[in-house]
């Protein structure tokens, strides 16, 4: 079974500019579940999608979003970056969401310059 | 609100030693808990995980005791080799924070030969 699939794994970008990340679960997952990386504030929960609906979500300005299809894949865009965006991206996925265990992918590692 | 506080480390041993990496929780509700590892630039991997007081989560060696008397939930191991070289996540979910995972900060592990 593939894992959790994220594309791309690198990006840079500008102040300022917008980006958008992708996350393919594994298979028959319908929770898909970001979090950010950084050194200094750890791992943060940014939001989570079950079955195309927002669940929950962190304590992160508006210029984070997110969207989850119908084939349960996500994405999150960020407007307006800034410097502090730089970060790892990490996108996880479950079966139901809940307690279920989350299954990580390998992360976009996002540098904004 | 919840909460996770793990020793940050970092933590080095020598092969075959005995590893204790601390963890103690504050949580208003009921969690699970969980031990993450991440391995240089992979995201996490669940390692094992409990959801009641007094459960004991095993897995490849390692493992971790739901002490609900002492709020903590101490991953150890026996004998360590140099594969287990990584990052060690505790974290904690539960119904107050929609199942969000709580994370530590996580404690850097370096098994020399």
């Known amino acids: 079974k593939a894992g959790v699939t994220q594309t791309p794994r690198y990006l840079i970008k500008t102040r300022g500019q917008q980006v958008t990340l992708s996350c393919s679960p594994i298979?028959?997952?319908?929770?898909v579940s970001w979090y950010q990386q950084t050194p200094g504030q750890g791992l943060q929960f940014l939001f989570e999608?079950?079955?195309?609906?927002?669940?929950n979500k962190g304590n992160f300005p508006g210029r984070f979003s997110g969207r989850q299809f119908s084939n349960s894949r996500s994405e999150m865009n960020v407007s307006t970056l800034e410097l502090g965006d730089s970060a790892l991206y990490l996108c996880?996925?479950?079966?139901?969401?809940?307690?279920?265990?989350?299954?990580f992918g390998n992360g976009t590692r996002l540098t904004v310059t | 609100g919840d909460s996770v506080t793990q020793m940050e480390g970092p933590v080095t041993l020598s092969e075959e030693a005995f590893l204790t990496i601390n963890c103690t929780y504050t949580?208003?509700?009921?969690?699970?808990l969980f031990w993450y590892v991440q391995y240089p630039g992979e995201g996490l991997q669940l390692l094992l995980k409990?959801?009641?007081?007094?459960d004991k989560g095993s897995n490849k060696g390692f493992e971790a005791t739901y002490r609900k008397e002492t709020t903590s939930f101490h991953l150890e191991k026996g004998s360590v080799q140099v594969s287990d070289s990584a990052v060690y996540f505790c974290?904690?979910?539960?119904?107050?924070?929609?199942?969000?995972?709580?994370f530590g900060k996580g404690t850097s592990l370096l098994v020399t030969p």
């Open positions: 409990a959801t009641k007081a007094d």
């Open positions: 999608y079950f079955s195309e609906t927002q669940r």
């Open positions: 974290a904690l979910s539960d119904l107050d924070s929609g199942y969000a995972l709580n």
């Open positions: 949580a208003t509700g009921y969690p699970s």
């Open positions: 996880a996925s479950s079966q139901g969401g809940g307690a279920s265990p989350l299954h």
């Open positions: 298979s028959g997952h319908r929770s």
